[in-house]
């Protein structure tokens, strides 16, 4: 196996530095995961490899941003799987490090808030998430940052992350804003299965019955998205009872917002032809487990 695993802030910075110098490299790429990879991982790491000289991915299951340790313990680890794959596409080092190189000490007592855009959506179903989730990209976007320590002139530095996870993208790129972190973030479009359903690490807890329950929110927002192509009014209720004759979903939350905000969109464009941006957010638990997906909107 060509990749190379490496576990210490320490020797991230020392094999990456080596891998640009070897290379004459003069960009890196970070694909940050919890591991329990698929193939929409695979997108954004394929991604990285074809814009970057050297490629790094992270593989560690963040316990801040788990509201219950009993999630925590059953997210999946496969760590030799998750290599495999990521060798397969071109990746030149992971960082898999444990709980105590991150935090050393136990759970830090500075970390970053997350803020109004994330109190909504998935931060109302999950109080906290978003903080622990930007305090370990902020740590792991400095991991990554190339030729650190060196005293080289900085290469090109891109992060990639999938626009499955809307509003943990959108808070990232805000951070990075705000905050004036040195990285490019990249996002990479959500890949799904044949049969519409968006690839999560989740889906392997579904039942065949379930799976094709969860099918209805992919068709409720291509509906949705077909309504702003065609300069339609949205009809979101209409959508919203679609995902509701399904008795095996339990909608969440079903929404179109500004993709930059993450507010609400104004109530006409439900009612009056849809012009612009916009983003169709949905999350529904399905049996045990919760989904989100969603579409961008431009007409």
């Known amino acids: ?9 320490a ?5 990456s530095a080596r891998l640009l110098t070897r290379k004459g490299g003069t960009s890196q790429g970070l694909v940050p995961t919890m591991g329990a990879l698929h193939e929409g991982h695979a997108q954004l790491a394929r991604t990285a490899v074809t814009q970057n000289d050297v490629v790094v991915a992270s593989i560690f299951v963040n316990p801040l941003q788990f509201g219950e340790a009993a999630d925590l313990e059953r997210y999946p680890r496969t ?20 709980v105590e190189e991150v935090y050393p000490g136990g759970e830090p007592m500075v970390r970053i808030t997350a803020g109004p855009m994330a109190e909504k959506w998935e931060g109302a179903a999950r109080p ?14 400095h991991y990554g940052l190339p030729g650190a320590g060196t005293g080289a002139a900085l290469p090109a530095y891109r992060a990639y992350f999938g626009q499955k996870d809307a509003q943990q993208l959108a808070l990232v790129q805000r951070m990075v804003a705000d905050l004036n972190f040195p990285v490019e973030i990249v996002p990479v479009p959500i890949v799904r299965s044949p049969d519409g359903l968006a690839l999560s690490s989740r889906n392997r807890f579904l039942s065949a019955e379930e799976r094709e329950a969860a099918l209805v929110l992919p068709r409720a927002l291509r ?6 192509n065609a300069h339609e009014p949205l009809d979101l209720e209409s ?42 957010l949905i999350a529904a638990r399905v049996g045990p487990v919760r ?8 007409s």
């Open 239 to 280: 959508a919203q009872a679609l995902v509701e004759s399904q008795p095996l979903v339990e909608l969440d939350y079903f929404e179109v917002v500004d993709p930059r905000t993450l507010e609400p969109l104004a109530e006409n464009c439900r009612e009056t032809p849809f012009r612009g941006e916009g983003l169709a």
């Open 128 to 141: 906290g998430h978003f903080d622990g989730a930007l305090t370990v990209v902020a740590k792991l976007l």
């Open 1 to 9: 196996m060509a990749i190379q695993l490496v576990t210490t802030a």
């Open 291 to 298: 989904l989100i997906d969603n579409v961008p909107l431009d």
């Open 11 to 15: 020797r991230l910075r020392t094999e």
């Open 79 to 98: 760590l030799e799987a998750d290599l495999a794959l990521l060798d397969a596409v071109g990746v030149d080092l992971v960082f898999a490090p444990d």
């Open 223 to 228: 509906l949705i998205e077909d309504r702003a």
